[in-house]
């Protein structure tokens, strides 16, 4: 296919195509025009204004490669160059550009809006290596249409697991291992909220008592001092890991997920518990564990038998 067979290819779609010399639109104003199957010759390369929700997600690492099929919603269109397979992914979404770099390098970029271009096939690009649909995708096909949210966040995903992969953690391996996995200590807190780990909670501060509370007054006041925080935790289900762990029911949360299919809150689908019960689960500890870490509950062996608690703890 020619330069301009393609680019009546694109139009046909509404798409509006633009021709390139060394990847970049050489006509003055291209932003603001319209080109025709006659303004492209064979010598030129073929671009894609990224108008209409159109968008490319250009995964310009090789760790961002790796990590896209686990990390990005699926899309039948996507294309690259021989030493760079299925390097951009395309979308209709409301979602806005984002580029994430390090000292310079950029690792992944979602590209869309006026202006911006993506080289498509059957470009040549610089290295002379020519831009070619991936194997087998389907004639007529349309790009996936996402959320303008959910692609932004699977693209700040594949920003952070590339990172934490340049620090020598395993992630393809993790991600690959457990559904959804909980945050491997030492990992970054951001960077497990954005690859959608759940993070432990952390205890928020320690309650000095005189006299040890009783175990329900620790319950109380432990969910009185951290329900109104939890909203904004973005925390995901414990049983399923969907993102639907936010409703509040008479004092406790519970998971509306579609994700989980077992018995739930009054037939409903899935987990339910205050928050105590949801930051001790998290934990990987015990309700009355994670009181004691948290300064709300003391160990009575601590405050009646300190020498033996002394021996018994190992100090």
Same mark, same amino acid.
């Given at each position: 296919?020619?330069?301009?067979?393609?680019?009546?290819?694109?139009?046909?779609?509404?798409?509006?195509?633009?021709?390139?010399?060394?990847?970049?639109?050489?006509?003055?104003?291209?932003?603001?025009?319209?080109?025709?199957?006659?303004?492209?010759?064979?010598?030129?390369?073929?671009?894609?204004?990224?108008?209409?929700?159109?968008?490319?997600?250009?995964?310009?690492?090789?760790?961002?490669?790796?990590?896209?099929?686990?990390?990005?919603?699926?899309?039948?269109?996507?294309?690259?160059?021989?030493?760079?397979?299925?390097?951009?992914?395309?979308?209709?979404?409301?979602?806005?550009?984002?580029?994430?770099? *390090? &000292? =310079?390098?950029?690792? $992944?970029?979602? #590209?869309?809006?006026?202006?911006?271009?993506?080289?498509? @096939?059957?470009? !040549?690009?610089?290295?002379?290596?020519?831009?070619?649909?991936?194997?087998?995708?389907?004639?007529?096909?349309?790009?996936?249409?996402?959320?303008?949210?959910?692609?932004?966040?699977?693209?700040?995903?594949?920003?952070?697991?590339?990172?934490?992969?340049?620090?020598?953690?395993?992630?393809?391996?993790?991600?690959?291992?457990?559904?959804?996995?909980?945050? *491997? &200590? =030492?990992?970054?807190? $951001?960077?497990? #909220?954005?690859?959608?780990?759940?993070?432990?909670?952390? @205890?928020?501060? !320690?309650?000095?008592?005189?006299?040890?509370?009783?175990?329900?007054?620790?319950?109380?006041?432990?969910?009185?001092?951290?329900?109104?925080?939890?909203?904004?935790?973005?925390?995901?289900?414990?049983?399923?890991?969907?993102?639907?762990?936010?409703?509040?029911?008479?004092?406790?949360?519970?998971?509306?997920?579609?994700?989980?299919?077992?018995?739930?809150?009054?037939?409903?689908?899935?987990?339910?518990?205050?928050?105590?019960?949801?930051?001790?689960?998290?934990?990987?500890?015990?309700?009355?564990?994670?009181?004691?870490?948290?300064?709300?509950?003391?160990?009575?062996?601590?405050?009646?038998?300190?020498?033996?608690?002394?021996?018994?703890?190992?100090?």
């Amino acid at each position: 296919m020619t330069p301009a067979e393609a680019a009546a290819h694109y139009l046909r779609r509404g798409w509006s195509p633009v021709p390139l010399r060394e990847k970049r639109p050489f006509a003055v104003g291209w932003p603001s025009r319209l080109f025709a199957e006659a303004d492209f010759s064979d010598a030129d390369g073929v671009g894609l204004h990224l108008l209409d929700g159109l968008c490319d997600v250009d995964l310009d690492s090789p760790e961002a490669l790796v990590l896209a099929p686990r990390l990005l919603p699926p899309t039948p269109l996507r294309f690259g160059r021989a030493s760079s397979r299925a390097s951009h992914w395309l979308y209709l979404s409301d979602a806005e550009m984002t580029r994430y770099q *390090v &000292e =310079g390098d950029c690792l $992944v970029e979602l #590209r869309t809006g006026r202006g911006k271009q993506t080289m498509a @096939p059957p470009s !040549r690009h610089p290295s002379g290596e020519y831009v070619r649909w991936e194997p087998r995708t389907p004639l007529g096909a349309w790009p996936a249409r996402v959320d303008g949210s959910a692609l932004v966040l699977a693209v700040a995903r594949i920003a952070a697991g590339v990172v934490l992969m340049r620090q020598g953690w395993d992630i393809p391996r993790t991600l690959a291992s457990v559904a959804s996995p909980v945050v *491997v &200590e =030492g990992v970054p807190e $951001v960077a497990a #909220r954005w690859l959608g780990w759940v993070a432990a909670p952390r @205890p928020v501060r !320690r309650v000095a008592v005189a006299v040890s509370p009783t175990y329900a007054e620790a319950v109380r006041q432990y969910n009185r001092e951290h329900s109104r925080e939890f909203p904004s935790r973005r925390v995901r289900c414990p049983m399923c890991g969907g993102s639907g762990f936010a409703a509040a029911r008479r004092g406790g949360w519970a998971c509306f997920s579609s994700r989980h299919t077992g018995p739930g809150l009054e037939g409903r689908d899935c987990w339910t518990g205050d928050v105590l019960d949801i930051d001790a689960h998290a934990a990987g500890v015990g309700v009355a564990e994670w009181l004691r870490e948290c300064g709300y509950l003391e160990d009575r062996l601590e405050r009646f038998a300190p020498d033996v608690y002394d021996e018994w703890a190992g100090r």
